[in-house]
């Protein structure tokens, strides 16, 4: 496919955006009609996973307001994805009409861009949610690309990838509990608190491990209800939202071939998220609290020791996806305590402040992605792939799939 970069211009010469995007709609404005009234549904299903996780890894407190606001943010955020489905679709066509002819990065890439740009804002919590996961989406694309040395190495080598893991990891977790950024991480430290050395450890595990007089430690509970408790919840979320994932991707064989539905079931389910997930919040746990046994009270060194440490179980799940996502929330929560702490900042930081990072990131990631599943589909995350296909109703796999044969007859003609 990184062929059809080069040869795009001559394999599309004479093509109208008819041949291209919409062969069975005699015109443009046909194919936008047909576009708006059947996207609908595709939109509401790639939000199913929204729907379904977060009420069961919740566990509790499901009133009717809760259902009612849940249900309506699944519902906005499915409408307004939708629009951006349409508007860039029929963008392809606008700009087809624009230049006369088709162009190598108007192809997708800036359709997709001014289709997140124009369409209704998404709220704060729908806004960072695409665009974080479109941006984490788009650095694996050009890591997966880039030829710069440095970057080979970090892609090949899982040490390194788990290095840096651990660091990116200390440094969210040294931020958090510094208290003033208060943004999502796989886990939040616990706030120090200052030893109640009346109070007698109850830890039979951890307590035979490091005896200590009294309890050291800052959370709640013992140590090894503290421990266990932590490797419970963690596996349970991380087990429902692996099966979540396989029930959502096999779910149609349940109608087209209910037999083969266990069976697929299983093939696809795995494990690993889980238990990198039980082991993650495990070790950093059990290491803060040995080191409170140790100094016999809680100090913030201890929560960056900890957290660094229990990174290592990057190695269970060595998958882009953690990869990225703990680039990103270093960068952005860095950023934050920087602003939020930094007292002498200069005028024209307070002034950067002011840009719309967020809005600007999702529109250049959504492009960017948008462009990469036509022109480098083998680098693209599948779910890349199944968001547009689902959103587009497939017709973005079939104008691939329709460029990819122009390619094949223009090699054919040369040779
Ligand atoms: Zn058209
Ligand atoms: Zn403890």
Same mark, same amino acid.
């Given at each position: 496919m990184s062929e059809l970069s080069k040869c795009f211009?001559?394999?599309t010469a004479g093509k109208t955006c008819r041949d291209l995007c919409h062969p069975e709609y005699a015109s443009c404005w046909l194919s936008f009609?047909?576009?708006?009234?059947?996207?609908?549904?595709? *939109?509401?299903?790639?939000? +199913?996973?929204?729907?379904?996780?977060?009420? &069961?890894?919740?566990?509790?407190?499901?009133?009717?307001?809760?259902? !009612?606001? %849940?249900?309506?943010?699944?519902?906005?955020?499915?409408?307004?994805?939708?629009v951006i489905a349409v508007v860039g679709l029929t963008l392809q066509c606008a700009f087809y009409k624009l230049f006369g002819k088709l162009n190598y990065y108007w192809v997708m890439g800036f359709p997709g861009?001014?289709?997140?740009?124009?369409?209704? !804002?998404?709220?704060?919590? %729908?806004? =960072?949610?695409? #665009?974080?996961? $479109?941006?984490?989406?788009? &650095?694996?694309?050009?890591?997966?690309?880039? !030829?710069?040395?440095?970057?080979?190495?970090? =892609?090949?080598?899982?040490?390194?990838?788990? @290095?840096?893991?651990?660091?990116?990891? @200390?440094?969210?977790?040294?931020?958090?509990? %510094?208290?003033?950024?208060?943004q999502f991480w796989i886990m939040y430290p616990t706030r120090i608190r200052e030893p109640n050395r009346e109070e007698a450890d109850d830890s039979r595990v951890i307590g035979a491990i490091y005896p200590r007089a009294y309890k050291a430690c800052s959370h709640e509970?013992?140590?090894? #209800?503290?421990?266990?408790?932590?490797?419970?919840?963690?596996?349970? @979320?991380?087990?429902?939202?692996?099966?979540?994932?396989?029930?959502?991707t096999k779910f149609p064989l349940l109608y087209n071939n209910p037999a083969q539905f266990l069976p697929g079931l299983r093939k696809i389910l795995s494990f690993k998220l889980m238990?990198?997930?039980?082991?993650?919040i495990a070790s950093y746990r059990a290491i803060g609290c040995l080191l409170c046994r140790h100094h016999g009270e809680d100090r913030p060194s201890h929560n960056r020791i900890a957290s660094f440490l229990c990174g290592a179980s990057y190695l269970?799940?060595?998958?882009?996806?953690?990869?990225?996502? *703990?680039?990103?929330k270093f960068v952005e929560m860095s950023w934050e305590h920087l602003f939020k702490t930094g007292k002498d900042l200069p005028e024209w930081v307070w002034k950067l402040q002011?840009?719309? $990072? +967020?809005?600007?990131?999702?529109?250049?990631?959504?492009? $960017?992605?948008?462009?990469?599943?036509?022109?480098?589909?083998? +680098?693209?995350?599948?779910?890349?792939?199944? *968001?547009v296909n689902?959103?587009?109703?497939?017709?973005?796999? =079939?104008l691939k799939r329709r460029l990819l044969s122009w390619m094949l007859e223009h090699e054919w003609r040369k040779a």
């Open positions: 211009y001559e394999v009609v047909n576009t708006a009234l059947r996207l609908l549904p595709g *939109a509401y299903k790639l939000y +199913l996973t929204y729907l379904v996780i977060p009420p &069961l890894v919740k566990g509790g407190g499901y009133t009717w307001q809760y259902w !009612k606001d %849940h249900f309506l943010s699944y519902s906005t955020a499915s409408y307004k994805t939708y861009f001014f289709s997140a740009a124009l369409s209704p !804002k998404l709220n704060r919590i %729908h806004l =960072r949610l695409q #665009g974080i996961t $479109y941006f984490n989406m788009m &650095l694996e694309v050009m890591l997966k690309k880039s !030829k710069f040395r440095l970057l080979e190495v970090l =892609r090949e080598s899982k040490l390194c990838g788990m @290095a840096l893991f651990m660091i990116f990891n @200390a440094r969210i977790m040294e931020v958090l509990q %510094h208290g003033k950024v208060n509970r013992s140590c090894d #209800g503290f421990i266990f408790d932590g490797i419970w919840k963690y596996s349970f @979320a991380g087990f429902i939202i692996e099966f979540a994932r396989a029930l959502i238990f990198f997930l039980a082991a993650y269970i799940y060595p998958k882009y996806q953690v990869f990225t996502l *703990a680039f990103t002011r840009i719309p $990072y +967020l809005r600007i990131t999702h529109a250049c990631a959504v492009g $960017y992605m948008y462009h990469a599943l036509v022109f480098h589909s083998h +680098l693209s995350p599948p779910f890349n792939s199944k *968001a689902y959103c587009s109703d497939n017709r973005v796999e =079939r």
